[in-house]
């Protein structure tokens, strides 16, 4: 429901039936709900409301989880920021809403008064909270729903509870300089909260209202001062402080398998030097949130034009528990970027030959594989625009759809010389190409750049690709070289940069293909990115890889979902290693081809199954089959998350295994577990079904047999016995008693 309010400084009027809406929404929730519902297990009662008080002047988006409360007058300012799972503010002192430079002059929308002591926000504070000093005025309060970030086309299986755009609601407030001569500018904040998750996201909009260019110097579009973690009265060398425990993300992200290298650009962790009480003697404790680019964007917006930021996602963590706020940040990349639920099985075919890809295509359908991507080292070149090029890939994508398989390939952006070097990223701290991320990288707003982007545009458009592996993408390294009309310099380099790279994604989003990027490109369209291993560890002995492959995605997807990360399997030499560390040929090391094709598939990962062919006998073929089955039969459970409190990480004296908890399906536990001894053993598995849903009693079946119930602890805790042959691999269901 959209709904748009005007603000009135003597006296702030809203829609009585919108108010009244709200009121009795919010009543649904019972009063102690905290205790009776987890969010991450039933997130349903958990749906966000927009609440305005008259009285206080006060606007507050919340879900019952979470809530953000807005002080109204000229400005709105935020001065409520509450962790309603614990109760606990968040808030310690008022800040802008944001601060940015325009044509080289500063401003900021907030309030023009903030407290003595920013150690905490009083009542009486409250009280005399004002923005009438403020040029910015709010002429404007829309509350709408979420709405798509661009399109997602689905073209192939994804979890069943993805929705796009997510549920929620969004504030948008909108204010305009008050002298439009000086600055004929508006700007528009806008907040949106998830349902069902404690997680919020916040962007802003400029626009121009004049007749020449203004220039967006630098912004940020977060600040917030937050309550510490801890506020030590003295730092040593060598031991970090912990900033506060929110997770805070953006879209503006790149140059890592991991969150954290990813956000080094734009979330800032800063002392606050306003916070004079603070214990800590050097004032340095890291309690100031700032959220923005590191340098620019310097862009410059033409008369009646628009500027976006970069999007701030913002979760807040109802614990310091390693498992919890794992799961919570799993769900938050479930429900803002749910393309990476999407997980389809791959084989990485090194070659280009007609002959030698239809003989994948056709195995791929045979074994129930789902997508054949042309690899590095196939001699794919999407560069090519030849008619040969283009019209040989359309033919095999004809042959494949016709199969049911979605055909793509790979292409090398960073990590890459390109000759003449005017077309490289100049290094701003010597003036040369070089010492980039990956040595040197394409100038993706150089000529040679743009050439670059329109090839592949034109070989998804002709041949009818639906799957892209890029390697390397770009790694955020600035440019120090003016590239008109693109670029100015190396103040907005990293900006029209990643608006390059983003846009293209997007694009490959909207037509339904399958991305594949090293790097954290997820909330721009990316699907999955590594696991996390070393690709020198795929030419170690087969035995070795095993373990490695469990233990790295063990590692992997405590901040990542299964889906979300890709694994290897070298069917081909890769790295070296020779016959000992490569599975061809195939029925010569079936038994070890299972194991990687089970260690991946038992976690819910795909893998990088790189050579010509799945099978080279009706044995092999008939293995690959029997767990692709298995596979796609418990695929949804095997897609949820993976309790490491449940699992254990291999280390090869012992069985390791896998627990998947989702209390929403039928089957809301699984349990895969790998037998990595040449003997017979038994173990008792140690688990903990709270996250499974399930309580008191339990529906246990052992590779498919016969159910038997048992009992669950007061602590959700199951000491489970298992058998195991000799490198077996078991699998064990659990759900509720019928």
Not at 186 to 191: D, K, L
Not at 649 to 676: I, M
Request: glycine share 6%; with cysteine; hydrophobic share 35%.
């Amino acid at each position: 429901m959209h709904q748009t309010f005007k603000p009135s400084f003597s006296r702030l009027a809203l829609s009585g039936s919108f108010l009244l809406t709200v009121v009795a929404t919010w009543a649904q929730l019972p009063a102690n709900y905290l205790l009776e519902t987890d969010w991450l297990l039933k997130p349903s009662p958990f749906v966000a409301k927009s609440k305005f008080d008259a009285s206080n002047r006060t606007l507050t988006l919340s879900n019952g989880l979470l809530s953000r409360t807005w002080h109204i007058d000229e400005t709105a300012t935020t001065t409520s920021l509450r962790n309603l799972m614990s109760g606990e503010e968040l808030l310690r002192a008022i800040r802008p809403e944001l601060a940015f430079e325009i044509d080289g002059m500063a401003y900021e929308i907030g309030p023009s008064n903030k407290p003595a002591n920013h150690a905490y926000i009083s009542p009486e504070f409250l009280e005399t909270i004002s923005s009438e000093a403020s040029p910015w005025q709010l002429t404007s309060i829309d509350v709408d729903s979420p709405q798509e970030r661009f399109p997602w086309k689905r073209t192939r299986h994804h979890a069943p509870t993805a929705q796009w755009p997510p549920q929620g609601s969004t504030v948008h407030f909108h204010y305009d300089y008050a002298d439009q001569q000086a600055l004929p500018m508006s700007v528009s904040v806008h907040y949106e909260l998830f349902d069902g998750m404690p997680a919020l996201s916040k962007w802003i909009t400029f626009r121009n209202n004049g007749s020449t260019d203004i220039n967006l110097d630098t912004f940020k579009a977060e600040i917030l001062a937050i309550v510490p973690h801890e506020d030590p009265v003295e730092f040593r060398e060598g031991v970090a402080i912990t900033p506060p425990n929110i997770h805070v993300e953006t879209d503006f992200a790149f140059g890592g398998f991991t969150v954290k290298n990813s956000q080094r650009h734009s979330v800032h962790w800063l002392p606050d030097a306003e916070w004079n009480s603070q214990v800590n003697w050097a004032r340095q404790t890291p309690c100031l949130l700032e959220v923005r680019p590191p340098i620019g964007p310097d862009q410059t917006i033409p008369p009646n034009g628009t500027f976006d930021s970069f999007r701030v996602f913002e979760l807040i963590y109802d614990t310091t528990e390693r498992e919890r706020k794992g799961l919570a940040l799993r769900r938050l990349y479930r429900t803002v970027a749910p393309w990476v639920t999407e997980n389809p099985l791959i084989l990485h075919v090194v070659s280009t030959n007609t002959e030698t890809v239809e003989n994948a295509i056709d195995q791929a359908t045979e074994c129930g594989f789902e997508m054949i991507s042309l690899s590095f080292g196939s001699g794919l070149n999407m560069e090519d625009e030849s008619d040969e090029n283009h019209e040989k890939f359309r033919r095999l994508t004809a042959y494949a759809e016709k199969k049911g398989i979605h055909l793509g390939g790979y292409s090398l952006l960073s990590s890459r010389r390109i000759k003449p070097d005017s077309d490289n990223i100049v290094n701003p701290d010597t003036g040369k190409p070089g010492g980039q991320t990956h040595g040197f990288c394409p100038a993706l707003a150089s000529d040679w750049g743009q050439t670059y982007f329109s090839r592949l545009r034109s070989f998804f458009d002709k041949t009818g690709f639906l799957q892209f592996t890029h390697d390397g993408s770009y790694p955020g390294d600035k440019d120090a070289a003016p590239r008109p009309p693109l670029q100015k310099g190396v103040k907005d380099s990293q900006w029209v940069q990643w608006k390059i790279i983003t846009e293209f994604y997007q694009e490959l989003r909207a037509k339904g293909a399958y991305v594949r990027v090293p790097d954290y490109y997820f909330l721009s369209g990316a699907n999955e990115c590594g696991m996390g291993y070393r690709e020198v560890n795929w030419s170690l002995p087969r035995l070795q890889q095993q373990l490695h492959t469990r233990q790295n995605i063990y590692d992997g997807t405590w901040e990542k979902t299964p889906s979300m990360g890709w694994m290897f399997v070298p069917l081909t030499q890769y790295h070296g290693g020779g016959a000992a560390a490569t599975i061809e040929p195939l029925h010569q090391n079936l038994a070890h081809y299972e194991t990687m094709i089970a260690s991946n598939l038992g976690a819910g990962v795909q893998a990088v199954y790189r050579g010509h062919r799945l099978y080279d006998t009706d044995e092999t073929k008939a293995a690959v089959i029997r767990w692709v089955r298995w596979f796609k039969s418990n695929r949804d459970i095997l897609e949820s998350d993976i309790i490491h409190s449940s699992s254990r990480r291999a280390n090869s004296r012992e069985p390791d295994w896998f627990f998947h908890a989702n209390p929403a399906l039928e089957t809301k536990g699984f349990l895969v577990v790998y037998n990595p001894l040449n003997r017979e053993t038994a173990v008792t598995a140690p688990l903990n079904l709270y996250y499974t849903g399930i309580k008191q009693s339990v529906s246990v079946s052992i590779n498919g047999g016969p159910s038997k119930i048992y009992p669950i602890d007061e602590r959700h805790r199951l000491g489970l016995p298992i058998k195991l042959a000799p490198n077996e691999i078991s699998s064990v269901s659990f759900t509720t008693i019928k």
